[in-house]
């Protein structure tokens, strides 16, 4: 009995705490006087001291940060064009916008984060900063209340048009359903026919402000600002995002239909492998340069990600380019690579290298990944757009220029193709080449691998560009013969044991019957 | 055929433990590693440690099951009796014919010549190569000298306090102090506007001036990787082998002294020595993008939003 009682004594206390961590802190005017500090102190470097969006680390962002004079928020549950509720506005801080520079501020994901208390505090601050009087949402929630303006109470937080429940459950049926809804209602237009955000209007989109904008790239999960489950992209069509090109489709679509859509434009969510090991397949035709032979489908890849060059000066966190896709084949004289990432938009300034050592020490010993050191040479192939070649290049250093090698020495080959927002180019030389600024590529070991990528249209250039780490290349060696040898050797002696056992048993269960 | 099916718990109870134990080991320990680094990379575990194991446990078991004769029985009942074919004639040609296929394949696994990635067991915070000058060096903008004090009371006095240019933005952001809602700030500056200067308020009022323009310099310059909160999980961080230092976890800056930080801010990861595979590390080096005296500053807010201090250098005896 006793531990029945104390049972629900605990799962009354719990559910208390759970309801009281979804409710909103009342609004004091000494929550305000915390919620300044917390902004000045965690906030205000993006942001601006005055909520403009200009604070000093603002101009290295893109996208820019809110700009909270402007009564425009993406992120709402509330009805295109209004404010978001203070609910609303108390997710996008605990879980941040994913893709940008805005990170969760929950303590419970970030140690150092803020409590629930004081995302409260900092939310109520923020709605002080409106230019627009009408917006300026200091008042206290009683006073709206008893407001005798019609207005007022005719509040921001009753415009409120999403309120999920649970999303139907995902089949076949919804998502093919989905993908109708995303053709009838002309998603393609900006996002693309396979969602990678290049539909022919992509490269017309402008904000409010007049700024260009893009469109999501709708196969990478990891890179939806409001967030990659079924309920957040619902949301996001129902509510459109203010002062941005993206519209409510709540009038135009039917819920149902919206659910369908959200469904199927998950299920163009992409998985990505975490694997740090390229095994190259060994294969005895000849390796093709066209990036369509069909000889690659039957291939392995890893996938690698990307991220931006923060290391040297100009740095760039704004890439495009954070996901490449590669597969390699080789033969007893060749070897060739295959890589394919997402781009909007094809142009001239486009570019890919591949990097490895000059060297390959016995140990642990590498280059450094960003294009290597004084000491530790690095050998690029670089493709280019523009000339539609593969270069071969070193480099010592992120330093120092990269050195293009004498035309004599330039041996790589390649291909490449773009269709429909999907870069796939092929890289290919031989194994072993005589030149002591080239890598040589010999089986039975480790090769590291890294990649730089230059995406035009984003204005990559120079160190502006996406890097990856090391990765690794492996080579196997066919297994020599000897191999075969003792495995076989391995099979006849076990045959050889089991008859023997058998016969011993067998031998002993009859003595036994005969005793 | 009399069948003894009797007594042929050890047989099963050897199999699971031994399945159980090897499970762990090529399973739980990754999982366990990944668990407490919240990384998504287990921890290196070299194949010889695996190799060991594996040997004690088989080991382990036989010296178990050979210890007296009626564990050695009930071991082998279940085997005697497939190769006496009790389970019946299909049973036993499945098992014969299937057995010597898997052995020579693991053999052959086992021989053939694979390549298998070295371990790097890195040494996070290397001291070879640590110059001793380091050690015990102090964070200057800790102690406010009497001359900065006197220059900062004067530049309040006039609307003119100086900011790093990074901080200042090109005039766009910051010529006093009034922005900063903190008490000894706005005590400092109503006692100015009377009249009179307090030079304990002024101290700690400059305090957090340097508190704030620290934050705003690690902002611009180290959280796109050691993140907003210090927590390591900056929006470039995913990129990197190496994960940039989470800097409120225990074990990193706070076991350091300020000399190891402040050099290691400066020389970044090239200087790191060949045990601290310094190709993996993103580190900039920051004596070529910022001053010393930026350096400090920075400091000084990192291990204010971390929430930590650093170790007192140890008084060593000459």
């Known amino acids: 009995m006793r531990i029945f009682i104390a049972s629900i004594l605990v799962l009354v206390i719990t559910s208390v705490m759970a309801v009281a961590g979804n409710t909103k802190h009342v609004k004091t005017e000494e929550l305000l006087e915390l919620g300044k500090k917390i902004y000045i102190r965690n906030c205000s470097f993006c942001h601006g001291i005055n909520g403009g969006g200009d604070g000093p680390v603002a101009k290295f962002l893109n996208p820019r940060p809110r700009n909270f004079r402007s009564n425009v928020f993406k992120f709402r549950t509330t009805t295109s064009g209004s404010l978001p509720t203070d609910e609303d506005l108390f997710k996008t801080i605990s879980r941040g916008i994913p893709g940008t520079a805005m990170q969760s501020f929950d303590s419970a994901t970030n140690r150092r984060g803020l409590t629930e208390n004081q995302r409260w505090a900092v939310i109520y601050h923020i709605q002080t900063m409106s230019d627009d009087p009408d917006y300026n949402l200091w008042v206290f929630d009683d006073e709206y209340a008893a407001s005798d303006d019609p207005d007022d109470r005719a509040d921001y937080r009753y415009n409120k048009v999403v309120d999920i429940k649970s999303p139907p459950p995902s089949t076949r049926e919804t998502i093919t359903k989905g993908k109708e809804v995303y053709k009838k209602a002309q998603c393609h237009t900006c996002h693309g026919v396979a969602g990678r955000g290049n539909g022919p209007s992509a490269s017309k989109l402008k904000d409010e402000w007049k700024l260009p904008i893009l469109p999501r790239d709708l196969t990478k999960g990891w890179r939806y600002k409001g967030g990659n489950e079924v309920a957040d992209i619902f949301t996001r069509f129902t509510t459109g995002m203010n002062g941005t090109p993206m519209p409510s489709y709540s009038s135009s679509i039917g819920e149902e239909d919206r659910f369908a859509l959200a469904h199927y434009v998950k299920s163009l969510q992409e998985s990505v492998t975490k694997k740090r090991v390229l095994t190259a397949l060994r294969v005895s035709e000849k390796l093709p340069t066209d990036p369509a032979d069909l000889l690659w489908s039957g291939v392995e890849g890893i996938d690698i990600r990307l991220t931006g060059n923060v290391i040297t000066k100009p740095r760039w966190q704004n890439i495009t380019i954070d996901l490449v896709r590669i597969k390699a084949v080789f033969t007893d004289d060749e070897i060739a690579f295959r890589l394919e990432w997402n781009d909007r938009f094809q142009n001239r300034e486009d570019t890919m290298a591949l990097q490895f050592p000059v060297k390959q020490s016995a140990g642990e010993e590498k280059p450094h990944f960003l294009n290597g050191d004084e000491n530790h040479p690095v050998n690029l192939w670089i493709w280019r757009a523009d000339k539609d070649l593969v270069a071969e290049l070193n480099a010592t250093g992120y330093k120092n220029p990269f050195i293009t090698q004498q035309v004599e020495s330039q041996n790589v080959t390649g291909d490449a193709s773009f269709i429909d927002g999907v870069w796939s180019v092929v890289m290919k030389r031989s194994l072993v080449t005589d030149d002591r600024n080239d890598t040589q590529f010999n089986t039975g070991g480790f090769i590291p691998l890294a990649l730089n990528g230059w995406d035009g249209a984003n204005g990559d250039t120079g160190t502006m560009k996406s890097i990856s780490s090391w990765y690794l290349l492996r080579l196997e060696k066919p297994a020599p013969l000897k191999a075969f040898g003792i495995a076989a050797l391995a099979v006849l002696l076990v045959i050889a044991l089991e008859v023997y056992l058998t016969r011993r048993w067998r031998r002993d269960v009859t003595i036994q019957d005969r005793a | ?318």
């Open chain 2, 1 to 318: 055929m009399k069948s003894k099916k009797t007594g042929g718990g050890q047989f099963w109870w050897t199999t699971i433990t031994i399945g159980i134990v090897l499970a762990l080991i090529k399973y739980g320990i990754p999982w366990l590693s990944r668990w407490i680094t919240g990384s998504d990379l287990p921890l290196p575990v070299p194949g010889t440690l695996f190799f060991f194991y594996t040997i004690i446990i088989l080991a382990g078991t036989f010296v178990y099951i050979s210890s007296d004769e009626t564990t050695i029985v009930s071991f082998l009942a279940p085997i005697k009796s497939v190769f006496r074919g009790d389970y019946g004639k299909l049973f036993f040609f499945v098992v014969m014919a299937v057995t010597p296929v898997v052995a020579g394949y693991f053999v052959f696994a086992w021989v053939k010549p694979a390549v298998v990635a070295s371990v790097t067991l890195r040494i996070q915070h290397p001291s070879s190569n640590f110059p001793k000058k380091y050690e015990a060096l102090k964070n200057p903008m800790r102690e406010p000298t009497d001359a900065q004090i006197d220059e900062f009371i004067e530049q309040a006095n006039n609307n003119s306090v100086e900011y790093f240019p990074q901080v200042h933005d090109e005039g766009k952001q910051f010529t006093n102090i009034r922005h900063l809602p903190f008490g000894p700030v706005t005590k400092f500056l109503a006692k100015l506007h009377s009249g009179t200067t307090d030079r304990g308020l002024a101290q700690l009022a400059l305090m957090e001036k340097r508190l704030f323009e620290g934050r705003a310099l690690y902002q611009i310059n180290c959280r796109p990787c050691h993140g907003v909160s210090g927590g390591g999980d900056g929006p470039m961080a995913y990129g990197f082998s190496l994960r940039p230092i989470n800097f409120t976890d225990s074990g990193t800056i706070d076991t350091l002294v300020e000399g190891y930080t402040f050099w290691r801010i400066e020389n970044g990861g090239p200087s790191l020595p060949p045990e601290s595979t310094p190709w993996d590390s993103a580190m900039p080096v920051w004596k070529h993008d910022l001053t010393e005296i930026e350096r400090w500053t920075i400091m000084l807010a990192e291990y204010d939003i971390a929430g930590v201090s650093p170790r007192e250098p140890e008084k060593v005896a000459r």
